[in-house]
């Protein structure tokens, strides 16, 4: 469901399918998991697969800002679908991390 590209000091994680309250606790897990072994100063989320996100994707986002942020890094969301675009913009989300429309 993830697959990732580190460059220099930037990692960016490709999302695919639903991310959805069932599927967002796996994500979060994997996408700390590739955190934690890459350290990079900037991670780069890439919606450009993602078909469906709810407000949980919020809190997916949030919590991996938390965690670069107490890093010292940054996080960067791209390729959004206009819809979860519209939500992340709505719950001030740009505020935290930059968004992007490409890597």
Do not use: W
């Amino acid at each position: 469901m993830i697959e990732y590209q580190t460059k220099k000091e930037k990692t960016v994680i490709f999302l695919s399918g639903d991310i959805d309250h069932h599927s967002s606790e796996l994500l979060r897990k994997e996408i700390d998991e590739i955190i934690r072994k890459t350290e990079p100063e900037e991670t780069v989320l890439d919606f450009s697969g993602v078909t469906f996100c709810d407000s949980s994707g919020i809190a997916l986002v949030l919590g991996r800002y938390k965690l670069m942020n107490a890093a010292g890094g940054k996080v960067t969301l791209c390729s959004l679908p206009k819809s979860a675009k519209n939500i992340f913009l709505m719950a001030g989300l740009d505020r935290f991390v930059r968004i992007k429309e490409e890597v």
